[in-house]
């Protein structure tokens, strides 16, 4: 117990220590800027390091990470191989392009179909097909009526696919979600402790081939 009280006060000093030092350092003009600028960048790294951290833990600061993309790890292609790194949520993450905008979304291996939200829709130019009656898709929140509507071209990273059917509903809020009826149009795919690893059939480049698909 006074080893641990002991400890305390020390820290306490320790601390009272250099914030005095620091005080009177920020006094003088030059020196006072470069102590300025060094606590605001110490300042920061410490933000960076305690949401990385507790973005694990805590889904308000995972949201905030997924935000910033503090932490994380971009996907990569290697290979024939596209790599997905786990997010700080758990869930595996990818930079999608559809058509001429870009979205990041979850890969979601428990949904049949992809699913984009009505504003993806419309920025990506998509129309709803002519379909008599809405299509029903269970989510996590129920069932809702969804639109159905054809992709010409999804690309993630080396990976396209074309002519992709999704389901499109103002119901989705902000969530795009890459389902089953993509991955499977792949080789392959399968995840290796932290890293989604997905396998096209044929992996193209940035330029992509306008013959290619997966």
């Given at each position: 117990m006074l080893d641990y009280l002991s400890a305390h006060a020390t820290l306490i000093l320790l601390v009272a220590i250099a914030v005095l030092v620091v005080a009177m350092l920020q006094r003088v003009p030059i020196v006072g800027r470069f102590v300025s600028f060094a606590i605001m960048v110490a300042s920061l790294g410490f933000v960076v390091l305690l949401v990385g951290q507790r973005a694990r833990f805590d889904p308000a600061f995972?949201?905030?990470?997924?935000?910033?993309?503090?932490?994380?790890?971009?996907?990569?292609?290697?290979g024939k191989e596209l790599r997905v790194p786990m997010a700080s949520d758990g869930h595996f993450w990818v930079r999608v392009r559809i058509g001429k905008i870009e979205r990041r979304m979850l890969?979601?291996?428990?949904?049949?179909?992809t699913a984009i939200s009505?504003?993806?829709?419309?920025?990506?130019?998509?129309?709803?097909d002519?379909?008599?009656?809405?299509?029903?898709?269970?989510?996590?929140?129920?069932?809702?009526?969804?639109?159905?509507?054809?992709?010409?071209?999804?690309?993630?990273?080396?990976?396209?696919?074309?002519?992709?059917?999704v389901v499109v509903s103002p119901a989705f809020g902000?969530?795009?979600?890459i389902g089953m009826n993509f991955l499977s149009r792949l080789k392959s795919w399968r995840v290796e402790g932290q890293t989604m690893v997905l396998v096209p059939?044929?992996?193209?480049?940035?330029a992509a081939?306008?013959?290619a698909t997966t």
């Open positions: 995972a949201r905030i990470a997924q935000t910033f993309h503090i932490g994380e790890r971009e996907q990569e292609a290697v890969v979601d291996s428990g949904a049949t179909v009505s504003d993806t829709a419309e920025q990506a130019g998509l129309f709803p002519d379909a008599p009656f809405p299509m029903v898709v269970r989510t996590a929140n129920g069932a809702v009526n969804a639109q159905t509507a054809t992709v010409p071209e999804v690309r993630i990273g080396n990976v396209v696919a074309r002519d992709l059917p902000d969530m795009d979600v059939h044929h992996p193209v480049g940035v081939d306008a013959d």
